[in-house]
Each structure stands twice: as structure tokens, then as C-alpha cells.
């Protein structure tokens, strides 16, 4: 149910007026966006977390009686009837068939054993309404007469032939795509993985049961089956025992990875190829339009387990599970490469490969030569079958790489690929070349060895820290580098990339400084990285609170200090502006003899990337580009790197710091002014979207957000975090992984190739930014009244379970800054979007709105504001997720936790909630003209109400135990409570979110 970042909807993507890629006007009437007022695409809570239609949703609706039933007769098998009855006597009470008391009367006598099986009944419903729906959604994708792709691609051709598009720039376009989903390690998952692989087995089942083609005899066989797995969701526990460490976190991503490895990606990749083929942009054989990012393991920004031991040990296990998969693929190969010299003939090139195979690997030659003597690509697979085996017992021993023993990097697994390609091109082979061969390049392309390519990010203030204890030994400042103001330290780092010396040298001192020690170990780390596991497995550092040029300075002086950068003065070939970001290498790995107009020449083994996360970074973000670029010594870098600079922007932190009008909107003109800051300096911008799950994060359909974006910002690469419950939703079913995972792709495409000029006249446009402008003023004020309130804190303490997260252990990343007072500020944003979620007040994806809508139409800005609506696709959406929040938001339900939570003193802030949620529904209803929120999504309003009557009876359970557990711990000395209670307590935290689909 969940409207977040899933793209559970149709494919009608096209939005207002496109223009060409040159700007020379709208596309034909028949490729306008046909959406929900005629102006684009859909609402975005039209498909967002369920069905569309009254037939799938009748499908739901039989599958969760199915499961239901089901799980009432597992329920009175293990606790007995009369638990199953006070079940339903807790729903009918919860869903208003009786007086308030009499729920009330019957939770408070409910002991902690009862209070932990009815958390857990209600949570089971959940979880089998949660599957039976992703099933439908996939078979309502299935039941579409064609893909995102395929439509992305005929509007293209349609643009092509109607000459309003440069026939060159699609097949340009495809040649730099890049499309990163990055896997975070942040805590918002609250379901264990292995629930998740007990509700993916119930899924394949019922599709099994629904198949008619199924004999009847087998039908049984499935039911029973269902039982038991129905039965085995109940014995199994929801809660983690402990704290996931960073390796557990990354093999929860390598679970998904894999599958969309082995499951998604070959087919994905081949229709892409084929919907762009016919207008000359098909995929070249090793091109990587698809790959995927993991912080597991390498975001050490406030994570103290995420030591660089931590990090190379992840990487040895991202590699187990990369090569498992490239195995998979090989072994695919042997049964599919049956050619035979008998019948075709083979490149010399091959007969030579072979040979030198048979020199390194003589046992593989003893053991098959016998049965492939006459087919040469069988036995090739088998050599490279050995050297990805060798490769993996090479990683986990820690010992040397051995040529043509084992692999350095996918680079040499791919070139042995590309030999057998050549081959049977060569010889009447091209079908099983670019049929199972060219699909095992492209998988091999796409994941590497590694499944995907970490990042690393660690904080701005730890670099300075580290350059500090490195100057102080100096002692040539005359005074401490910590007092140094920004100036200063830009000023100093510049000079230093501009020199040669070493700031260490190999027989200096560790600094006893611990931070500086750890800081300067971790760059040592990632050289270790690139050495051991090839120059892909480590891309991007990334620099968080980046709040001046000095920050990115100072990681480069770093990088260069442990050998990962090299800066030399000098002529040769400069680094010019690129063309259309045409000719930029976007992949990864060393770039050598790149310069700069200044002369300057760098050797750059990864790419350093500044994060913006509050309003006042984001503001900046234009001007802090341009002085990085400004340095002749970091322009060098970037030509190093293939003349890319890739930004990230933080959704959470500024929507928290801001509300989520002004972090929405300070966003999007920050991506205006690195586009064209970006143009200026002739580089190619990577834009890397920090999005959390929740709207408050930043959340919403990626596809959606992708065509939100300003023209112009996207020319191919694009970089977007996928986190928590987000991971399960679009990727436990493959057919939900490719179907997201298509979507995603067709909106890349689209932007880069359809939107690079304006919609709209500059005029419009004028008047709208200011429009937005007033918004945002009025919201941000509002927002920041509310959460400058003394009494904000003691009340979001008190009227939401945020303090239990902590106990929930869904993530080894603290939920708190340590060193912090335990205000506002030391709050990360995701418990920040949690309390409020499971209280059902969900403020940081709606608050402020209202205000700032009332502003704008008071100031006489009603009708601009509904064509803003109408026309313009930032706009929309922002209004469309909004919507889809404040459908989610029950402020009846909240007001159970205030009156029962929240000290009378600390209960002002309801108030000021009640009257902003109140304003903004009005007004939202009002830019829409709608009569009722998800007015254009009956089906989806109608299923949201259903879960409710299931969520009002695990909130009820939630206030009693939240209330018991308060009381017990003021009453004993030691401020514990009994573990039984927590844990009902807990179970509570993830029935809701399990309902909800949302954690933060």
C-alpha cells in the first residue's frame, strides 16, 4: 500500500509538452502526456503501493481471505481458539463496535504474552496482505500491452521522424545511460530477511494455485503447501536478536542483487536494446546502462562499526556472491555454447586463447578435453569457469593475483567473453553470439564481481581533523590548522594540489589523534581496495555536510597523500568542454594523461563527490561547484576522471532542517545551477539523489521524481539511493524488480533525450518560480515556528514509540549523533519520520504545505497555482505525494496517543498540527479540484480503508503497552521494563510499519 519510491503504476510517463532535443517545440498531439486532467502522467498515488483495477483488486481481496484463513487456523492450532476469538473481539472493538472503554478495559487486562501474540496476529495479516499484493501488481504490469521501454522508445522514434530530434542524439544518449540504484545501509527495514524469503515462497505459491492450467490434483498439493508456509511464517520470529552488523547488511543486499542478477537483468537488458534498436541506439555489447551502488560496508558518517577492516571484509563477501552469480551465468554457457569445429569453424584468436588457457590451468585441459575436444566454447567456459573459481580463492586467501591464473577485475573476464563473441560473429554464429552470449556479457557488464560498486562517505570535519594533526607535526602555520578560517584553508589546500611534496612520508608517525589516524587509515584502505579487487570495486567518495570548497580540497590532499591521486604540472592534452557530455568516460577505473587549460596533469583512481544536506548547502550548491571547478589543480581531477563530477543531494536532512516544501524546492533549483555551472566548466554532471522511503525523505515513485527534475540535468548517468522497506517492495518479486527497474530506465532515457530544453516559455516559468518561491517562505516559516517550539521535543518523545527504535535492531548505524544534547538536532531524520509515522501524524511529508499554499493563493496566486498543477511536473508530483501522505496521515488515531502519552504541558503542539494538517488538506483539494484526497484512485482509497481497520486495532495495542512500559520503567529503580513488554511493544512497531509499508 505503500506510495513511496515504488512505481507501482501505469507507464504513462509523458508529462506536459515535450520539447526535442533542441528545443524547437512540442511533440505531435498523439505523444502528449494523456494523465488525470488530460495534463501528463498520473496522479502519483494512482498506482502507488497496490492495484489499479477493480479485477486485480478483487484478486487481492481472494488471496488475503486465503491467507487469512489460513493463518486463523495456524493461530488456533498453536495458541487455541479463544486467543483467535479475543483477536477478532480486539478488531470489531479497534474498528468502532463498541465504546472506547471497552477496547481500552480489554487491552489493559491482556498480560504480556497475550499483548505478544495479538502484536503478532495482526502483524502476520499484514505481512500476507503485503505479498498477495505485490503478486497482483505484478500480474496487472503483465497484463500491459507493452512496457515503459517500448513507449519511451516509440516517442522517440515518433520525435526522430517528425524532425524535431537530432537522429544522433539517441544513440548518443544510450552510449553514456547510466542508471545507479544504490543499495544503502540505513535502518528502515523492519522485517528480517528471513521472513521476507518465507513471504516470497507464499507468493510463488499462490501464483502456482491461481494457474489454471494446473490439474486439480496438483491444486491440492499447493494448498497444503500454502499451509505449511503460512504455518511457518507463524513460528518464525519477527524481531532481529540483535543488531545487524555491516557484513549482515551487505549480504542483505547481495540477496536482492542476486536475484535481479540472475532473474531481471538478462531480459531487461535485451529489451532495451530492442526498443531502441529501431532508432538506431541499440546497446553496444558491453555497454552498462544498469549498475548498482552499496554503502554497506563503506558509510562510516556516523557509524563507528564500519572500520576499514570492515570495509575490505565486505568486499570479499560482495565478491563470493558476485562470482557465485558469474558462475551461474558460465554454467548457462556450457549448456548453451554447443558449437562443434565438426560443423563451423573458430577465430585463431580463440585456437590462441585456448592454448595459453592450457598452460595455465593444464588440470582443466585433463579433465574435459575428452569430452569438448570439437567444441571449443564449452571448453573456453570451462578455462573461464576455473579462473573465476581461482579468482574467488585468491580474494579470501588474501594472497597474490596470478595472469591468466585467475582475474584482476571483470575487465579480463569480459575480454574473454568478447573473444568467444568475435569468434562466432565470425563464423554464421550471430544468434547464439547476441542471444545467451551477448545476455552473460551484459550481466557480467552490469554487476562486475562485485554485484555492485561501493561507495564511501565519511564526514567533512573528519578530513580537517586529519590534515590538521598532518600540519600541526608541520608546524609551518604559525598557528594550529583548526584556526584556520574557510579562506585560509581554501587558499592553503590550493597551493598544496598545486606543489609535489608530501604532506607524510612513508616513515612518519601515526598522528595519536584517533580520528586523525582512522581517517588517514581509510584512504590507505581504499588503495588496498583497488590493488586487491580491481580499479571498479570503489568509485566515489563522498564528503557529508559539505559546506565549502575546502571540504573536497581537503579529501583530495588526503587521497594524494595515500597514493589514489597524482597532480603534476605540465603541457598536453586539455581537458575541453565536452560535447553534450558526448565522448566523457562515465566508467570507472584510473584515468591517466587527462589536463587542463592551466597545464596541469592528474591520475585519479576515484572521484570525490560534495553532499549538500541542509537548505543553506543546497543554496550554495551552485556557487560551491563553480569554486571547485575554478581550481586548476581539482579541474584537473575531474579531467582525470573523465571530465565527470558527480553531486549528491541530501533529501532528509534538508527536510527535516526545512520542512518538505522548502527541502523539495531548494533541491530543484539546486540541480538548476549545477546544470548550467556544470556546462559552464565543459564537465558532465552525475547527479546522485540521496531519496529516503517516506515523502518526508525525499520519497515518491523514482520514475516520477526522474521526469521532475529541470530540464536539462540529466544527459545519461544518474545516481539514486534505495533504502529499508523500499529494497523488499520493488525487488523481493523479480517481476517487480524488472517492471521498477524498467520504469526507472524509460524516465532516464526520456529526460536525457526529450526534456533538454524547456517545456514551458521563460515567462511562465518566471512567474512559477516566484509562485514557488512564496510557497516555500510561508512553509519553511511555519515549519521551523513548529519545530523551534520548546515543547515540540518533550511532545514527539512522548506521543510516538521513537525511542524504541533503538531496540528494534534493523540497522548498525546509531539512530542519534553521538556527543549530542538529545534534542532535535542529535535526531537523525529517519527516527524523525519514523515516531511520526507510526503515530500516525506523518508531519515531515505534509507540514508547512498548507500555509504555504494559503500564502501564495491569498497573495492572489489560486489560479497560477492550478496550472502549476496542471502543467508543471515538479510541481504535481510534490502535490501528488503530499496527497498520498495525507492519506496515510489519521490524526482520530493520533489523538489516542496524545490523550493517553503526553503530559497536558506538552501537548500544545497538537494543536498547531491539527489546524496545519486541516489547512493543507483544504488547499491541496483546492490546487487539485479534487473533492477528496486519492479522488482519481478509488481502488486505492478503498484498500487503504480496509487497512486501517486492521492498523486501529495494532495502534490501540501500541498506546496500552507504550503507556504500561512508561509506567514500569519510572517505577523501577534502574528505569527497566520487563522484556516480555518490550518485545510486545516492538512487535507492535513492526505490525504497523508492516501496514503502513513504511518505516521512514
Known amino acids: 500500500m505503500d506510495h513511496r519510491d515504488t512505481d507501482q503504476r501505469d507507464t504513462d510517463h509523458r508529462g506536459e509538452e515535450r520539447t526535442s532535443g533542441h528545443g524547437n517545440g512540442p511533440l505531435p498531439d498523439a505523444e502528449r502526456g494523456r494523465g488525470a486532467g488530460g495534463n501528463g502522467s498520473r496522479d502519483a498515488g494512482t498506482f502507488a503501493g497496490g492495484v489499479a483495477s477493480d479485477v486485480r483488486h478483487a484478486g487481492v481481496r481472494a488471496g488475503v481471505r486465503r491467507l487469512g484463513q489460513l493463518l486463523g487456523e495456524s493461530l488456533t492450532r498453536h495458541e487455541g481458539g479463544e486467543l483467535l476469538e479475543l483477536v477478532e473481539r480486539v478488531r470489531s472493538l479497534a474498528r468502532g463496535g463498541g465504546d472506547r472503554g471497552d477496547l481500552q478495559r480489554v487491552l489493559a487486562a491482556v498480560d504480556h504474552p497475550t499483548a505478544i501474540v495479538l502484536a503478532r496476529a495482526f502483524t502476520a495479516y499484514f505481512q500476507l496482505a503485503n505479498i498477495t499484493e505485490q503478486l497482483h501488481r505484478a500480474r496487472e504490469l503483465a497484463d500491459r500491452p507493452r512496457g515503459a521501454l517500448e513507449e519511451t522508445g516509440v516517442r522517440i522514434a515518433a520525435a526522430v521522424s517528425a524532425g524535431q530530434l537530432d537522429p544522433r542524439l539517441p544513440a548518443q544518449v544510450m552510449d553514456r545511460l547510466e542508471l545507479r540504484p544504490v543499495f544503502t545501509a540505513h535502518p528502515t527495514e523492519a522485517s528480517r530477511r528471513s521472513v521476507l524469503d518465507v513471504l516470497r515462497g507464499i507468493a510463488e505459491l499462490l501464483d502456482a494455485a491461481d494457474d489454471p492450467r494446473a490439474h486439480p490434483s496438483r491444486r491440492a498439493v499447493v494448498e497444503r503447501r500454502l499451509a505449511e508456509a503460512v504455518d511457518a511464517l507463524w513460528q518464525t520470529d519477527e524481531l532481529r536478536v540483535e543488531r545487524p552488523k555491516p557484513a549482515d547488511e551487505a549480504r542483505s ?3 536482492y542483487l542476486t536475484s535481479i542478477a540472475t532473474d531481471v537483468l538478462p531480459g531487461l537488458l535485451e529489451e532495451l536494446d530492442g526498443a531502441f534498436a529501431a532508432v538506431g541506439a541499440g546497446l553496444p555489447v558491453t555497454a552498462r546502462p544498469l549498475r548498482f551502488g552499496s554503502w554497506a560496508g563503506g ?118 567473453l568478447l573473444l568467444m563473441h568475435r569468434s562466432l560473429s565470425e563464423n554464421r554464429g550471430e544468434l547464439v553470439a547476441d542471444g545467451p552470449l551477448r545476455r552473460a556479457i551484459r550481466v557480467a557488464a552490469a554487476v562486475g564481481m562485485s554485484l555492485a560498486t561501493l561507495d564511501i562517505r565519511e564526514h567533512a570535519e573528519r578530513h580537517h581533523a586529519a590534515l590538521g594533526a598532518l600540519y600541526d607535526r608541520l608546524g609551518e602555520l604559525g598557528r594550529p590548522y583548526a584556526d584556520l578560517d574557510r579562506a585560509e584553508r581554501i587558499a592553503l589546500l590550493s597551493r598544496e594540489l598545486a606543489g609535489r611534496r608530501p604532506l607524510s612520508g612513508a616513515a612518519a608517525p601515526v598522528p595519536a589523534d584517533p580520528t586523525a589516524a582512522a581517517v588517514l587509515e581509510l584512504f590507505t584502505t581504499i588503495r588496498v581496495a583497488l590493488d586487491r579487487f580491481g ?14 570548497v575546502d571540504d573536497i580540497l581537503a579529501v583530495v590532499v588526503l587521497a594524494r597523500e595515500a597514493g589514489l591521486v597524482d597532480i603534476t604540472p605540465g603541457t598536453g592534452t586539455t581537458g575541453g568542454p565536452a560535447q553534450d557530455g558526448a565522448g566523457a568516460e562515465h566508467g570507472a577505473g584510473t584515468r591517466d594523461g587527462a589536463g587542463t587549460p592551466d597545464g596541469m596533469r592528474a591520475r585519479a583512481r ?49 527536510s527535516k532542517d526545512a520542512g518538505i516544501t522548502a527541502s523539495q524546492w531548494e533541491i530543484h533549483k539546486a540541480q538548476r545551477e549545477l546544470r548550467d555551472v556544470a556546462r559552464r566548466h565543459g564537465v558532465v554532471l552525475r547527479l546522485f539523489h540521496g531519496r529516503g ?17 529541470p530540464f536539462g540535468t540529466l544527459d545519461g548517468p544518474i545516481k539514486v539511493t534505495e533504502q529499508g522497506e523500499v529494497i523488499s517492495d520493488k525487488y523481493t518479486l523479480p517481476q517487480l524488480a524488472r517492471h521498477n527497474l524498467e520504469i526507472a530506465l524509460a524516465a532516464v532515457l526520456e529526460a536525457s533525450i526529450l526534456h533538454r530544453a524547456s517545456r514551458q516559455p521563460a515567462d511562465v516559468l518566471a512567474e512559477w518560480d516566484q509562485t514557488m518561491d512564496a510557497v516555500t517562505e510561508s512553509a519553511r516559516a511555519a515549519y521551523r515556528r513548529l519545530t523551534a517550539d520548546p515543547a515540540l521535543v518533550p511532545f514527539f518523545l512522548a506521543a510516538t514509540p521513537v525511542d524504541e527504535l533503538a531496540h528494534l535492531n534493523i540497522g548498525s548505524r546509531p539512530s542519534r549523533r553521538p556527543g549530542g544534547a538529545g534534542g532535535l538536532a542529535d535526531l537523525r531524520a529517519i527516527p524523525w519520520v519514523f515516531g511520526w509515522t507510526q503515530s500516525r501524524i506523518i508531519l515531515p511529508g505534509w507540514f508547512g504545505v498548507g500555509t504555504g499554499l494559503a500564502a501564495a493563493r491569498a497573495a492572489g496566486a489560486g489560479d497560477t497555482l492550478a496550472e502549476m498543477y496542471r502543467s508543471w511536473h515538479f510541481f504535481r508530483t510534490f502535490l501528488s505525494n503530499v496527497s498520498m501522505t495525507l492519506a496515510k496521515t489519521d490524526l482520530r488515531i493520533a489523538a489516542d496517543y496524545v490523550t493517553t502519552l503526553v503530559p497536558a504541558e506538552h501537548a500544545s503542539p497538537f494543536e498547531v498540527i491539527r489546524a496545519e494538517h486541516e489547512r493543507t488538506v483544504a488547499e491541496v483539494l483546492a490546487v487539485t479540484g479534487a473533492s477528496t484526497l486519492l479522488e482519481h484512485a478509488p481502488v486505492l482509497r478503498q484498500t487503504l480503508e480496509v487497512r486501517d481497520l486492521y492498523l486501529a486495532p495494532l495502534h490501540a495495542l501500541q498506546v496500552s503497552l507504550l503507556a504500561r512500559s512508561r509506567a514500569d520503567a519510572q517505577a523501577d529503580p534502574d528505569g527497566e521494563i520487563d522484556p516480555r513488554l518490550r518485545r510486545a511493544l516492538l512487535l507492535t512497531i513492526n505490525g504497523i510499519a508492516a501496514g503502513l509499508r513504511n518505516t521512514g
Open 535 to 548: 580499479e571498479d570495486v570503489i568509485e566515489s567518495y563522498i564528503v557529508s555536510m559539505t559546506r565549502d
Open 253 to 255: 543486499a547481495a540477496y
Open 299 to 416: 558509510d562510516r558518517d556516523g557509524n563507528p562499526n564500519v572500520t576499514p577492516a570492515v570495509t575490505l571484509d565486505v568486499l570479499t563477501l560482495q565478491h563470493e556472491f558476485g562470482i557465485r552469480v558469474l558462475l551461474g551465468a558460465v554454467d548457462g554457457l556450457i549448456r548453451d555454447l554447443t558449437a562443434s569445429t565438426r560443423v563451423v569453424e573458430v577465430s585463431d584468436e580463440l585456437l590462441a586463447s585456448l592454448a595459453a588457457d592450457r598452460a595455465a590451468h593444464p588440470e582443466v585441459y585433463d579433465r574435459f578435453i575428452r569430452l569438448n575436444a570439437t567444441e571449443p566454447y564449452r571448453l573456453k567456459c570451462s578455462y573461464v569457469r576455473a579462473r573465476l573459481t581461482a579468482t574467488r580463492d585468491r580474494l579470501a586467501a588474501g594472497t597474490a593475483h596470478v595472469p591468466g591464473r585467475d582475474y584482476l577485475s571483470a575487465r579480463e573476464l569480459l575480454a574473454d
Open 693 to 709: 522511503g517516506s515523502v518526508g525523505r525525499g520519497g515518491g515513485p523514482t520514475g516520477e521524481a526522474i521526469l521532475a527534475q
Open 606 to 654: 576515484i572521484g570525490f563527490v560534495p553532499l549538500f544536506e541542509t537548505v543553506a548547502e543546497l543554496r550554495a550548491a551552485g556557487r560551491l561547484l563553480d569554486g571547485m571547478l575554478a581550481d586548476p589543480a581539482y579541474r584537473a581531477v575531474v579531467a582525470a576522471r573523465g571530465n565527470l563530477q558527480e553531486v549528491m543531494l541530501g533529501y532528509s536532512d534538508s
